[in-house]
């Protein structure tokens, strides 16, 4: 009966599971046959078991003893897995180790740069590894340099191994013999010809030449020795700021240098190259010396002024080649409309500063500096927005003979100009501003002259607009007298293509409404760049798309194919290409026709001004205006003249196609029943156009017929004097143009039908390509105009001329009424700042109040620090959102910043909810030393609380700071 018990299926399983227990006990848990309250059945238990799996293990394969020690590993934990890998570091230790595998890649780099070349080669055999180690630029580079031999392309980004090739081949090609072997190819030697020389003497000669080389051999191993103990911390090769190795080229002097492969050339830390020739030098000089110390007590001298030679060839390396210089530095203010455009054709060797207008002197000088790396530009170009009189460098100083002397300024143009070559050397400065135009203008150019000791050069401002000034003719030193007889070429076109360039001057500001579509769609996407490398990016995909040099075709030209094609449609030809031939041809004889007619009367001159003003990209033709006339040539005074002749045609037509295009079909269709608007909001937005359009056009006739019997006494001052008593036209015109453009919106949303004949009408042909908005603002631009051109001619008349007087008188006069139009203009603009800023702000209080202005706003980050009693320095940080900071002059805005991505959209716009607001009278700033937990912050301790921020970037942080607390010391000012 036992026995059959016994031999049951589960008697022997319940005999495993029962162990040493008989049945469960008290304190078991999950099974009955584990004994946790029994420690030594546990440990029995626990003994069997594991003889057990011991036994198993040793009858199992490698793969199933692998995949054991898998699924244990698996289920262990740290501590465990810590534990198996020091009994393994035990029981297995590490003897020979890979120390490129152990070692951060730069500390291997730092061990491997102590190697000599030959070594190098021989570790680059190792494995793939160490050759990718060993064939490192950072380890070759100062090899090369240091001998003088350099790289003639450059490599591309993930290229390696180019200097360590470029070195091999340059030790390939050396010639390098001993002095015996020199002796014997070339006979240097002084050796006897006869055969009785003594074998003796020759033995102790040789035994002479082994102690000179291994005198050398041991002054180099000191030198090195001495070197690696002095060897500076390492520090990895980096490419040189402003070009690098492609600044650089191989001398190709044509010396074919004698080397010796037992010098061992100690390697220090690469910094540039002639830092590392400098160091290197001194070693073989002084192998050099011990040789001549030696010779001169040798008696057989003479026989060992060739070895000396050989190894003076060999020290004597070619001097370094001076790294090219920029050949020309612009700064472009990012105020400047357009200026991607300008971005986009900037030419090859120019060195661009892109800065923004925000910031202050110390920052753009800071920003030059760094972008020049200790280099030497050949001349500086700076396009910023200004006029004949300063120059808008950053936002509130302004360049000016009153502002050159301040400190600040002062201080800015020396170091500045220190930077560029001497006037000797074809040094100077280009400011693309008209300065030229005006006696104060060229007293700033001459005071800035002399205090920078360059040449200053700017335009003389021949040509009406704001930009176009710039490819008309530039001052030189002989301009400002008038007895220049040759004009010197735009020195605009020095920096930028020619094309690139005559494109952004004329279509400048509606090429900037085109922009700002540009970075709000492709901004977002380019947010990783910096600025001057996304505009240029936006301004090569404006060029590429609106293709600027195939549309600026001649006026003429267009009208003529206007015409005909109009003619071709009304005919209803067949041969069209021969009957648009004949019309052209027709066309073109009556207008020489008609002006061989009026030539007396200057119209045919007018039309070829004009046509020239929309001639094609020449370069031959478009060196400006005045290079068409040349019987006007050395007549500073009738260029000018006939320039603003010129000038007011073009206005005038502007004018009038304000008449015909759209006042002429509104009223028409106001006395047909069929109104598009009524006759109110006709009168507050077209009537005043007709008033000025009268005052212009006998300004027109009177400056007309001046230049018909144009001479050296000619005075058309009067007529300027006549036009300014006048000026009371256009002071009405100014004051009702916000009501005129407030009328247009509010009629084009409420009116479909004027919204449709504004769609028909806006940027045609017949309406020079503006809109109706831009056509009501050309007044404001003529009166710049005015002031531009009449500069021009005071400049240039004598002041015993008659004209002297009246056209003092009229510039005074256009020059206050400037000032009239900018305050307009100031305030018109605050205005819609202050508007869009209240709109913006969610929660906002009321910003209008007294003379508040906004003057910066800035992007950052607000930080959070989880324990205030740590340092400053060893204080972490974490963000808690994003906050906008809006900086008015008497109070500091701070709001909380949210991100709305639309869908399907790169475009991105941001909302703004109102966090916190203090004065700035009480508002304290400080900011926080750069450290391993935050960068870029600073704290803003206001009445009760304070906010921690950082920006993205540094020169972000610096521009706002630094405008912050000048902003806080005018408001402590103020309240004092």
């Known amino acids: 009966m036992e026995a059959n018990a016994r031999s049951t299926p589960h008697a022997g399983k319940r005999a495993q599971l029962g162990g040493t227990d008989r049945g469960p006990r008290p304190g078991t848990r999950f099974s009955s046959w584990t004994p946790l309250n029994h420690r030594a059945g546990n440990l029995q238990l626990f003994e069997e078991r594991t003889n057990l799996v011991l036994h198993w293990f040793d009858l199992w394969t490698d793969r199933q003893r692998k995949h054991l020690l898998h699924s244990l590993f698996t289920r262990c934990t740290k501590s465990q897995l810590k534990y198996c890998k020091d009994l393994l570091m ?122 000179i080389r291994q005198m050398i051999r041991d002054k180099l191993r000191k030198e090195k020795e001495h070197s690696m103990r002095t060897r500076k911390p390492w520090g990895s090769y980096t490419k040189p700021q402003g070009g690098g190795r492609d600044q650089t080229r ?56 060739k070895a000396s030679g050989a190894l003076s060839s060999f020290t004597a390396r070619p001097p370094l080649p001076q790294v090219t210089p920029p050949t020309l530095l612009l700064l472009i203010s990012n105020r400047t409309p357009a200026y991607e455009l300008v971005l986009s054709g900037v ?17 753009l000088l800071a920003q030059v500096e760094r972008t020049l790396s200790g280099q030497r530009a050949q001349r500086l170009g700076l396009l910023a927005p200004g006029g004949t009189e300063e120059v808008h460098l950053l936002l509130g100083c302004s360049l000016s003979e009153r502002t050159l002397l301040t400190p600040d300024h002062k201080g800015f143009w020396e170091k500045l100009g220190g930077w560029v070559a001497p006037t000797g050397e074809g040094g100077g400065i280009d400011i693309f501003c008209a300065l030229a135009a005006s006696a104060s203008g060229i007293a700033l150019m001459q005071t800035l002259s002399a205090l920078t000791g360059l040449e200053v050069l700017a335009p003389m401002g021949f040509a009406a607009g704001s930009f176009q000034n710039i490819l008309s003719e530039w001052s030189d030193g002989a301009v400002h007298t008038g007895l220049s007889e040759q004009q010197p070429a735009s020195p605009a076109r020095q920096f930028v293509c020619e094309s690139v360039l005559q494109g952004w001057c004329r279509q400048a500001q509606w090429m900037e409404e085109a922009l700002g579509e540009l970075r709000d769609c492709r901004g977002p996407q380019l947010q990783s760049v910096s600025l001057q490398a996304r505009g240029r990016a936006l301004g090569h995909f404006l060029w590429e798309k609106i293709s600027l040099e195939e549309l600026c075709v001649s006026k003429d030209l267009s009208e003529a194919l206007t015409e005909g094609l109009t003619a071709l449609t009304t005919q209803g030809e067949t041969r069209t290409l021969e009957f648009l031939a004949r019309f052209l041809i027709r066309w073109s004889n009556e207008k020489e026709m008609e002006g061989e007619e009026t030539r007396g009367g200057g119209k045919g001159e007018n039309k070829g001004l004009e046509d020239f003003s929309f001639a094609l990209h020449d370069s031959n033709k478009c060196v400006g205006l005045v290079l068409e006339l040349p019987q006007m040539v050395f007549d500073w005074r009738g260029a000018a003249a006939r320039e603003l002749h010129h000038s007011e045609c073009l206005y005038l037509g502007r004018l009038g196609s304000v008449l015909k295009v759209y006042q002429e079909p509104l009223t028409a269709a106001l006395n047909s029943n069929r109104a598009i608007l009524g006759y109110a909001d006709i009168h507050i937005v077209l009537s005043p156009v007709t008033r000025v359009l009268e005052l212009n056009r006998v300004f027109h006739a009177d400056l007309q017929a001046r230049l018909q019997q144009w001479g050296a006494e000619q005075c058309v001052g009067d007529v300027l004097v006549k036009l300014c008593s ?27 039908l004027f919204r449709a004949f504004l769609k028909r009408a806006d940027r045609t042909l017949a309406t020079h390509m503006l809109s109706l908005q831009e056509l009501l603002l050309c007044p404001a631009w003529r009166i710049q105009e005015y002031v531009t051109l009449l500069q021009v001619l005071s400049s240039h008349t004598h002041i015993n001329h008659p004209d002297h007087t009246h056209l003092c008188s009229a510039l005074n006069t256009l020059l206050a009424f400037r000032e009239f139009i900018q305050k307009l203009k100031r305030n018109s603009e605050r205005d819609s700042v ?41 204080r972490t940080y974490e963000q808690v959102s994003d906050v906008g900071l809006f900086l008015f002059n008497d109070v500091l805005l701070l709001t909380r910043r949210n991100v709305r991505h ?8 941001s909302t703004h909810t109102f966090l916190a607001s203090v004065a700035l009278c009480s508002l304290a700033v400080r900011g926080l030393i750069h450290t391993r937990y935050v960068r870029h912050a600073f704290v803003l301790e206001g009445p009760s609380r304070s906010w921690v921020c950082a920006t993205e970037r540094g020169e972000e942080r610096e521009r706002f700071l630094s405008v912050l607390r000048s902003a806080m010391n005018s408001a402590l000012t103020q309240h004092k």
């Not at 050759?131 to 380890?139: S, T």
């Not at 002071?731 to 949303?749: P, V």
């Not at 906004?854 to 320095?873: K, V």
């Open 347 to 363: 030419k090859d060797g120019v060195v661009v500063v892109l800065y923004d207008h925000r910031g202050t002197l110390p920052a």
């Open 726 to 752: 006048k000026l009371r036209v256009y002071t009405n015109y100014l004051n009702n143009y916000t009501t005129a453009l407030i009328t247009i919106d509010r009629c084009r949303e409420t009116k479909p």
């Open 250 to 305: 191989r001398p190709n002097s044509g010396i074919t240098s004698v080397s010796l492969p037992a010098l061992s050339w100690p390697q220090r830390t690469l910094r540039s190259p002639s830092v590392c020739l400098s160091l290197d030098r001194e070693q073989p000089l002084a192998a050099t010396q011990s040789l001549q110390r030696v010779q001169t007590s040798n008696p057989h001298s003479e026989r060992l002024s």
């Open 834 to 874: 202050m508007e869009e800023t209240q709109q913006m702000i969610q929660g906002c209080p009321s910003l209008s109040e007294g003379n508040r202005q906004l003057i910066i706003t800035q992007d950052a980050a607000l930080l959070r620090s989880s324990d205030e009693q740590i340092p400053e320095s060893l």
């Open 902 to 909: 639309t869908p399907f959209a790169l475009a991105h716009r």
């Open 90 to 211: 035990e029981t297995v230790p590490v003897t020979e180790a890979d120390f490129t595998s152990v070692l951060p890649r730069f500390l291997s780099l730092y061990v491997l740069s102590f190697l000599s070349p030959r070594d190098l080669c021989s570790a680059a055999q190792v494995s793939w590894h160490w050759r990718v180690l060993a064939e490192q630029d950072c380890l070759w580079a100062g090899r090369c340099i240091s001998r003088g031999w350099f790289l003639p392309y450059t490599p591309v980004e993930k290229e390696y191994g180019a200097w360590k090739s470029h070195y091999v081949s340059c030790v390939s090609t050396l010639d390098w013999l001993t002095p015996r072997e020199d002796a014997e190819r070339y006979g240097t030697l002084n050796r006897q010809s006869t055969e009785t020389i003594e074998e003796g003497e020759e033995e102790e000669e040789r035994r002479k030449e082994r102690r």
